[in-house]
Nanobody, 125 residues
Framework: QVQLVESGGGLVQAGGSLRLSCVAS????????MGWFCQAPGKEREFVAA????????YYVDSVKGRFTISRDNAKNTVYLQMNSLKPEDTAVYYC??????????????????WGQGTQVTVSS
């Protein structure tokens, strides 16, 4: 069993920054891939970014490339999402997720085995 707890969300003005954190417990953190997804009201949960076990490869949805950075610290069992140049359309609940096996599509929700409860990010214009 893996427990994931997100933090770092909040209210920020457009152009501002936030750093989300997700702490994992219960299994060997360094053996699985991690992803961030977001869900706006009335919309499907969407892929934002992912990082593989070693941290050597990262993946992003086009809309956040150049603005968001995913990273991980395996010694702290933590994955981060640094969010810069935030836009009102980034407003959503952000979830971290853990994938216990390699996937050919890090953006597929079904390939993730565990999910956190989410943290709200609100960007005002």
């Amino acid at each position: 069993q893996v427990q994931l707890v997100e933090s770092g969300g909040g209210l920020v003005q457009a152009g501002g920054s936030l750093r989300l954190s997700c702490v994992a417990s219960g299994r060997t953190f360094s053996s699985y891939g991690m992803g961030w997804f977001c869900q706006a009201p009335g919309k499907e949960r969407e892929f934002v970014a992912a990082i593989i076990w070693s941290g050597d490869k990262t993946y992003y949805v086009d809309s956040v490339k150049g603005r968001f950075t995913i990273s991980r610290d395996n010694a702290k069992n933590t994955v981060y999402l640094q969010m810069n140049s935030l836009k009102p359309e980034d407003t959503a609940v952000y979830y971290c997720a853990a994938a216990l096996r390699w996937t050919a599509d890090w953006g597929a929700r079904s390939d993730y085995d565990y999910w956190g409860q989410g943290t709200q990010v609100t960007v005002s214009s």
